[in-house]
């Protein structure tokens, strides 16, 4: 099991920034990979960053050039700074966590974080 909490949203204005935090309740090690999705009201959750395990990122092309996702293991803990962001960025951020094994896959949420970007 996983357990997933978020943390760092708010209301920013248009152009500012946020970092969101994840923390996971195990060694980021075992899990292989981990992300941001977020869900806006009326809207599908789409997928916003995820890193796997060897680091590899991946990005929304909404997002890219704006957005990094990072990890901290020492922390079991990854991040997404989110900059210049924009009123289309508003929705409710959730971490995402995959672990894989000879059980299967099987996959986490977190609570999700509320960010809003509004002047």
């Known amino acids: 099991q996983v357990q997933l909490v978020e943390s760092g949203g708010g209301l920013v204005q248009p152009g500012g920034s946020l970092r969101l935090s994840c923390a996971a309740s195990r060694s980021i090690f075992s899990i292989n990979a981990m992300g941001w999705y977020r869900q806006a009201p009326g809207k599908q959750r789409e997928l916003v960053a995820i890193m796997s395990t060897g680091s590899v990122t991946n990005y929304a092309d909404s997002v890219k050039g704006r957005f990094t996702i990072s990890r901290d293991n020492a922390k079991n803990t990854v991040y997404l700074q989110m900059n210049s962001l924009k009123p289309e960025d508003t929705a409710l951020y959730y971490c995402?966590?995959?672990?894989?094994?000879?059980?299967?896959?099987?996959?986490?949420w977190g609570q999700g974080t509320q960010v809003t970007v509004s002047s």
């Open positions: 995402h966590a995959i672990t894989i094994s000879g059980l299967g896959t099987k996959d986490y």
